[in-house]
């Protein structure tokens, strides 16, 4: 399974589950990730959901070249009213199918009313960070580290645009721009990790967290987060993802027109690459 869902008291876990390819986000896992937080929040008996990556990274983002690669496949549509985007062609296909798989799973996941913990290890990168940014809380270990390098296929980041949200502009822009990766601790400096804790300890930390916070009465929790949610939203918090998933899906589209593909010839093993060469030289 891709997915793995568990209960432990009134936490439901939720955990992805393609560690050997880093838990690389295809289709099939978005769609089995949308089935368990449903369950989790339709059932009365939860207070709170972890999201929690197997294996030694949360996710290193969307799949772009694992064998288990899905962008083609038919799934039934949950986020919105796009229509299939199978057996089309340029932005028929590709923003259609990201509307659904990307903007909207993540805006609905977003908007469920139970506190969500995100409990990050390894490689968060890319699509992995949207996973995290829609959760209400992140607990990250000592080994963690963050990083958006899509700016090298010349897109603007990934499709959930919540990085001037998340962290101030200038700060944004740094790391959009280099694409290089930004420590667990550095993170929570900015506010936008809550908890590092030792590698080994972070499954009871995140557990002792979500714990404390199931202890909550239920409708108090949905109202607090809701007024969060809101007040980012009156910041401009969704028409400013409106704007740049436009601005995305030109890229897409110059890159289409002017290259190789709509991936600017890039791929998991270059990116890959790429990354570790960066890291290596001290980014």
């Given amino acids: 399974m891709v997915v793995e869902y568990a209960r432990r008291g009134d936490v439901a876990v939720v955990t992805m589950n393609r560690p050997e390819y880093r838990n690389a986000q295809n289709s099939a896992m978005t769609y089995a990730l949308d089935e368990a937080f449903y ?57 259609a199918r990201e509307s659904e798989v990307y903007l909207g ?9 139970k506190p969500m913990i995100a409990s990050v290890q390894g490689a968060c990168v890319a699509g992995g960070l949207m996973l995290a940014w829609v959760c209400d809380l992140i607990v990250a270990s000592d080994d963690a580290f963050f990083a958006d390098p899509v700016v090298r296929m010349g897109i603007p980041g990934v499709e959930y645009f919540a990085h001037p949200w998340v962290m101030p502009p200038r700060i944004a822009k740094e790391f959009l721009y280099t694409g290089e990766r930004m420590t667990a601790a550095r993170a929570h400096e900015l506010g936008w990790v809550n908890r590092v804790v030792a590698r080994d300890a972070l499954e009871e930390e995140t557990f002792a967290l979500a714990d404390r916070i199931a202890a909550m009465p239920r ?65």
């Fill in 39 to 95: 369950r989790a929040a339709g059932d009365d008996d939860v207070k709170v959901i972890v999201l929690a990556g197997a294996g030694p990274h949360f996710s290193a983002g969307h799949d772009i070249g694992t064998p288990g690669r899905d962008a083609d496949r038919t799934f039934p549509r949950k986020a919105g009213m796009w229509w299939d985007h199978v057996g089309k062609a340029g932005a028929e296909s590709r923003f």
């Fill in 219 to 283: 409708m108090g929790l949905a109202l607090t987060k809701k007024a969060v949610n809101q007040a980012e939203d009156i910041q401009g918090m969704q028409t400013g993802m409106d704007s740049v998933f436009g601005l995305h899906h030109l890229a897409h589209a110059h890159n289409a027109e002017t290259g190789a593909d709509s991936l600017a010839g890039q791929d998991a093993k270059s990116m890959k690459a790429a990354s570790e060469k960066a890291a290596a030289n001290g980014s």
């Fill in 105 to 113: 799973m993540c805006r609905r996941w977003r908007e469920i009313p």
